[in-house]
């Protein structure tokens, strides 16, 4: 699935999910985005790299806003499961969070993201799974695009947490997205 349209895809914002997918690496080993929402501006992905598994976080295009966690070790060949963890601290909008990277269900890392994006992540970009179709949550696969995981993935799960904000903040936040929305047209 590809090119999914942020206000048709999963609300990741100011709330807590987890993502995970079931995936098979080959002999000699894949690489790729096994999902993405947002952009260079502003945006998470999961992917593999070198048969490594990475989760970046952009509050922005600013390098001192681009969170990641990334497993030390390759993947071997054969069936995994990829999950993230993503713990919002809650107490109001945008705030901070702490993402679990997993790897078989075994904790190989986590990162403490200081700020988080709260109404939109892009006007653009869109929700991707399998390739990343706009432009780069990191620079670092930008010459590799769309970058389309290599190896086989067979299922992928999102699972959002309830929205835990006062009906002042929801308030705030429809405001802040009606904004946002009136300064594409």
């Not at 890392?109 to 432009?135: C, H, K, N």
């Not at 959002?160 to 405001?175: I, V």
């Amino acid at each position: 699935m590809i090119r999914i349209p942020e206000g048709s895809s999963p609300d990741f914002k100011n709330k807590s999910w987890t993502v995970a997918a079931e995936i098979t690496i080959p002999e000699g080993g894949a690489s790729g985005v096994l999902a993405t929402i947002g952009g260079r501006y502003g945006g998470w992905v999961l992917m593999i790299e070198d048969s490594k598994p990475l989760f970046a976080y952009a509050f922005s295009n600013q390098q001192q806003h681009k969170y990641r966690v990334a497993a030390d070790q390759p993947l071997p060949p054969g069936n995994h499961v990829i999950r993230v963890k993503f713990d919002y601290a809650g107490g109001g909008i945008g705030k901070a969070a702490t993402a679990m990277l997993l790897v078989d269900e075994k904790d190989v890392g986590q990162v403490q993201i200081d700020r988080t994006i709260a109404v939109r992540f892009s006007l653009d970009e869109t929700f991707d799974i399998g390739q990343d179709t706009g432009t780069p949550v990191l620079e670092e696969y930008e010459d590799k695009m769309p970058y389309q995981f290599s190896g086989a993935l067979t299922k992928f799960v999102v699972v959002l947490e309830p929205l835990k904000l006062s009906e002042e903040e929801q308030d705030r936040l429809r405001q802040e997205l009606s904004r946002a929305m009136m300064a594409v047209q």
